[in-house]
């Protein structure tokens, strides 16, 4: 599975983004999926996650209310939907993929990446 996320840009503080992730390979629909990013200095973080079949979804707790995370697996895509945007989302955004139904917050769980894609938030 190949991964190519896109979307990210310059946005004022409470404006809003809408992140992609386009995948190859014809099992994608079995895995789960989830964003992740990275601020400098900082290590990579949990950002929401989605189930293979896209009925479950989990977020962390710094962007629940305002992020949402869903899939059409028919066009192999993955979208990160932000909203209310603050300038500590500032970061390098990554799309991720596991060959598991079930999604996970840590990194480690995955088994693709995204190329990542940079999202900057001013004030």
């Known amino acids: 599975v190949q991964l190519q996320a896109s979307g990210g840009g310059l946005v004022q503080a409470g404006g809003s983004l809408r992140l992609s992730c386009a995948a190859s390979?014809?099992?994608?629909?079995?895995?789960?999926v989830g964003w992740f990013r990275q601020a400098p200095g900082k290590e990579r973080e949990f950002v929401a996650a989605?189930?293979?079949?896209?009925?479950?979804?989990d977020y962390s707790d710094s962007v629940k209310g305002r992020f949402t995370i869903s899939r059409d697996n028919a066009k192999n895509t993955v979208v990160l939907q932000m909203s209310s945007l603050k300038r500590e989302d500032t970061a390098i955004y990554y799309c991720a993929a596991r060959s598991r139904p079930a999604s996970s917050r840590y990194p480690g769980a995955y088994d693709y990446w995204g190329q990542g894609t940079q999202v900057t938030v001013s004030s």
């Open positions: 989605l189930t293979a079949s896209g009925v479950n979804t």
């Open positions: 390979g014809r099992t994608f629909s079995s895995y789960a």
